[in-house]
């Protein structure tokens, strides 16, 4: 690709229907490239409308070794192994107040039962991966929308 140029690559492609003549037929991975960037947006934007499942990352001429400059996703396409925020906070929560409850009511027997201490203390760990991911995902996402946001002179 020369500089100008934008390349489009799709992911979670779905084969094209019957009644879509005209749209593009996709076997594996595949790119197209447009010599500017409203051609690029124009034609994702079209595909993403045709499949609903299809995510559409333009690149510039630096390809995948770089951040992508837009990403147009279908209405039905589904992340790729992505962690939704519902499940962090639910499970980090279930995960760490279990644990420590399990913990403290072997505590309270003075470490008796035994299984509930072994159980709570290792689920505690992983609730707070959890909860301290989602943290740092909301902070990082107001910190750039405060960044982003208008500039009062």
């Known amino acids: 690709m020369v500089p100008g140029e934008y390349a489009i690559l799709y992911s979670g492609f ?30 994702a934007t079209q595909q993403a409308e045709l499949y609903p499942a299809l995510l559409c990352r333009i690149y510039d001429h630096h390809g995948l070794g770089r951040q992508s400059i837009s990403e147009i996703r279908g209405n039905r396409y589904k992340g790729e192994s992505e962690i939704s925020a519902q499940f962090r906070r639910w499970c980090g929560s279930f995960l760490l107040f279990g644990g420590l409850a399990l913990t403290i009511l072997d505590w309270r027997s ?29 902070i990082e996402a107001r910190r750039k929308g405060r960044r982003t946001g208008p500039q009062v002179p």
Do not use: K, N
Request: overall charge negative; hydrophobic content about 45%; charged content about 15%.
């Open 14 to 43: 779905q084969p094209p229907r019957s009644d879509q003549p005209h749209s593009i037929a996709i076997d594996g991975p595949y790119c197209a490239i447009f010599p500017t960037l409203a051609d690029a947006e124009a034609h």
């Open 110 to 138: 003075d470490f008796g039962l035994l299984w509930p201490a072994t159980v709570g203390t290792r689920m505690i760990p992983f609730g707070l991966v959890l909860l301290v991911t989602e943290l740092v995902i909301v």
